[in-house]
């Protein structure tokens, strides 16, 4: 039993803010229902690695969940979602406010149903302001919050390939969901718990954004080198790429004991810190790139991990899941049982290690409407009542 066994969670969300609070709940215990469209969510589709078109990003974001479909539009199936709100704990919906309001979904509506629901919302921009009713998504985030300036080069901006803005915001949410449920549990009061794009990106990127704030040094974008600390870049080997980062004077003298000369770069003024080293890098990176460049990567990361210098070698994806870490410490879960998988996918399991209470994938991801009978039955709904619904489309 997880942390939140009896806890059902109606999950409306799409792509990955709102899916992946709900699948973090499902980790936790929580009773998930996906509800979807009668002909699949587009997230579903995303990347396809089954045979019937599921993707990456849903199986990604839908282990341990029951699959409803249901037009919510429709007045009927309105009415069905009202009366599986008045069974739930959390709604999850990462869409624009007039678009809740419109579905019934915003949280007043919601509380005139359950007075004591919480209701975890997920925005690009917020609840108001002049981009309440835009939309976004996490590429959107990182361009508006600076790091992609910071991140590319000058004229050449940058995007993270990972979906941290919208990971990130997921993350944030399923933790305010919990404090809404430990306030619940001693007020018996619902709320909703608001979190956005923006505000997620902003606070991400924030330690730059302080200090232009502060400062008004204008940074411009250097790639992957760091510009607060040096050496700290990736750095060619003989046969791939290293990362290496150095930050703070003990960090920095194990680098000059490493790479020789040590009294030249300890006794420099110019590099007594780390501001310092960051604005006057050249020199160290041209030594580190000559040291990189005469040692194949493997060899270069016995010697920086032997001399306490954090690194970590440059990987394709293939790689990374091949990687002897990941296997020893089973950050992924093998899902092997989805009909039409050419072989095995590997997710990502609860990214939190619980030593007592526990939490992660029990379950595979489900088929598009697997649980809908069952779901339908447990609010009363009767056989004859749901071949109607299917009929009209509304399921």
């Keep these: 039993m997880g942390v939140l066994t009896g806890i059902r969670v109606l999950d409306f969300g ?17 009773e998930v ?14 990347a396809p690695v089954s045979a019937s078109g599921e993707g990456g990003v849903f199986f990604q974001t839908a282990c341990n969940k029951k699959s409803l479909t249901l037009d919510p539009a429709a007045p009927r199936g309105r009415e069905i979602v009202a009366r599986l709100v008045a069974t739930a704990d959390v709604v999850v919906a990462n869409l624009p406010p007039a678009t809740l309001a419109m579905l019934g979904l915003d949280y007043q509506s919601l509380q005139r149903i359950k007075p004591d629901i919480i209701l975890a919302s997920q925005t690009a921009f917020g609840d108001h302001g002049p981009y309440a009713e835009l939309g976004g998504f996490d590429g959107v985030g990182q361009a508006m919050s600076g790091a992609m300036y910071v991140t590319g080069t000058p004229g050449a901006p940058v995007k993270a390939a990972a979906p941290y803005v919208d990971f990130s915001t997921a993350v944030l949410s399923a933790l305010g969901t919990l404090a809404a449920l430990m306030h619940r549990e001693r007020t018996g009061e619902g709320q909703e718990v608001a979190t956005s ?28 080198r760091v510009q607060t600390s040096a050496p700290s870049d990736v750095f060619p080997t003989r046969d791939g790429h290293v990362l290496i980062h150095v930050v703070g004077n003990p960090l920095f003298r194990r680098w000059a004991r490493l790479v020789g000369e040590e009294r030249r770069w300890i006794d420099d003024p110019a590099y007594a810190n780390d501001a310092l080293r960051g604005a006057n890098s050249a020199p160290l990176l041209e030594r580190m790139r000559a040291w990189c460049a005469e040692r194949t990567t493997q060899e270069a990361l016995v010697e920086l991990r032997s001399a306490g210098l954090p690194a970590g070698p440059v990987l394709t994806p293939q790689m990374a899941l091949d990687d002897v870490q990941v296997a020893a410490m089973g950050f992924l879960h093998a899902i092997g049982d989805f009909p039409g998988l050419p072989r095995a996918a590997p997710v990502p399991d609860l990214p939190v290690r619980l030593s007592r209470s526990g939490g992660g994938i029990e379950r595979r991801p489900p088929l598009l409407g697997e649980h809908t009978d069952e779901i339908l039955r447990s609010i009363g709904m009767t056989e004859r009542e749901v071949v109607d619904l299917r009929a009209q489309r509304i399921i």
């Design 14 to 30: 799409r792509y990955v803010a709102g899916p992946y609070c709900a699948t973090l709940l499902g980790y936790l215990g929580a």
């Design 33 to 46: 229902i996906r509800i979807e469209k009668p002909d699949g969510g587009e997230d579903r589709y995303i």
């Design 197 to 224: 794009l923006l505000g997620t990106a902003l606070s991400v990127f924030a330690s730059h954004l302080i200090e232009q704030g502060v400062t008004h040094c204008d940074r411009i974008g250097t790639g992957n």
